[in-house]
């Protein structure tokens, strides 16, 4: 096993991790390769099936709109009218968990990103889980199985301790594992380059 472990908290309807996605992107590719990535869901916000009060919505459309004046991402604010917003998060990130199981993670974390963000639909439906993984090429018999499986909720409810376990403060996070010891790694939205240093020296 790798001595050094780059632990990703994040979650799929958590619009910080949307806006650090290039950077996200750039320093993965960046890593030294000794150093492991493992992506973890920290579960952003508990099933609930209660449409957002609509201050909660205005709050939240308020930090898409101080998210793309600040990195210039992309933000389809239709979502507010076409859906029922309601906050709840932990549905996404099963999917996300349900999508691993067919060595799919990554590819349903930025499907579910792009579907809430760019094309206004809601992933807190399991319907556009199930819609995605179909676009995504999977079983979606055995993803619908799993999404609703005990064997899926024992493992996202194992994940979500671990995250709580680590020391961070909010999604997205990093926090690097080396020898058995704990690292918060800086998160810059705008530059991934210290990240990378700051890495680079602890392993070294």
């Known amino acids: 096993m790798n001595a050094s472990t780059l632990f990703y908290v994040h979650d799929p309807m958590c619009s910080w991790c949307w806006g650090h996605r290039p950077e996200w992107e750039k320093l993965q590719a960046s890593l030294p390769k000794a150093v492991n990535v493992k992506n ?42 076409k859906n029922k917003p309601r906050r709840s998060t932990y549905p996404a990130c099963r999917a996300v968990i349900a999508a691993r199981w067919q060595n799919c993670e990554e590819g349903m974390n930025n499907a579910l990103q792009e579907a809430y963000y760019l094309k206004a639909k809601n992933p807190s439906d399991v319907e556009v889980h ?43 996070s990093m926090v690097l594992v080396h020898n058995e010891q704990a690292y918060v790694i800086p998160l810059d939205y705008q530059d991934c380059r210290g990240a990378i240093d700051t890495i680079s020296e602890i392993i070294k």
């Open 40 to 81: 973890i869901v920290g579960g952003l916000a508990p099933d609930n099936d209660e449409v957002m009060p609509q201050a909660q919505q205005q709050a939240i459309a308020s930090y898409w709109k101080q998210i793309h004046n600040l990195l210039g991402t992309e933000f389809n604010h239709d979502f507010w009218t």
């Open 130 to 172: 199930l819609e995605l993984a179909s676009e995504l090429g999977l079983d979606e018999v055995q993803f619908a199985a799993d999404l609703a499986s005990d064997k899926l909720e024992a493992a996202f409810n194992e994940e979500l301790q671990f995250a709580r376990s680590l020391p961070i403060s909010g999604f997205p």
